[in-house]
C-alpha cells in the first residue's frame, strides 16, 4: 500500500493542535505513542474505534489524557458520562477538517514528482486551513463544578 496518513488533533473550535504524517501501511495508535506528539494535550481526546487499545489508554491517562472512543460491538458495556457520550456524536468535526483540507486546500492532490514537492505542499495547504476565517466548530458549555466527588 502507497500513501500517507495524516493524524491531526484540533481543538472544538476546528483549531488544529498538532499533527503527524506517517506511511499509509502504521496502526492509527502509533502516533499516539509519541510524546511529542501529544505533548501539550490534556484533558478529553475523542477518536473512532481505530484507536481502542487498553495499554494505550492506560498510558493516555497517566499523562493527564482521557481518551474516549465509540465502544465496538463485542466490547463489554464501559461506563461512560452523558456528557462524553454527547461529545462523542460531535467527533464528526475532525471528519468536517479533514474534508476542508481535501477539498479546500486541496491535500489530496496526488501528481508529485518528488517528496519535497509534497511536504510543501500538505504544509502548505495546513497554514492555508490554518487561516481561514470560519472553521468547523462545536458548541460546548463549559462550567465548574464545586461539588465534592467521592469516589
Request: glycine letters at 6%; proline letters at 3%; hydrophobic letters at 45%.
Amino acid at each position: 500500500f502507497f500513501g500517507f496518513k495524516l493524524h491531526l488533533i484540533c481543538k472544538e473550535k476546528g483549531e488544529l493542535l498538532n499533527f503527524m504524517i506517517t506511511p499509509g501501511d502504521i496502526d492509527d495508535r502509533k502516533p499516539l505513542e509519541y510524546k511529542a506528539f501529544i505533548d501539550f494535550i490534556y484533558g478529553k481526546l475523542f477518536g473512532d474505534k481505530g484507536y481502542i487499545s487498553k495499554n494505550l489508554f492506560q498510558r493516555l491517562f497517566v499523562d493527564g489524557i482521557q481518551l474516549i472512543t465509540k465502544l465496538k460491538s463485542n466490547m463489554k458495556g464501559a461506563l461512560m458520562s452523558v456528557s462524553d457520550r454527547l461529545l462523542l456524536r460531535k467527533r464528526a468535526i475532525i471528519e468536517t477538517v479533514n474534508d476542508e483540507l481535501k477539498n479546500i486546500a486541496q491535500v489530496e492532490h496526488s501528481i508529485h514528482r518528488c517528496f519535497d514537492n509534497f511536504i510543501v505542499n500538505l504544509l502548505g495547504a495546513i497554514a492555508a486551513y490554518c487561516l481561514f476565517p470560519k472553521k468547523p466548530c462545536i458548541n460546548v458549555q463549559r462550567t465548574i463544578d464545586t461539588q465534592l466527588a467521592l469516589f
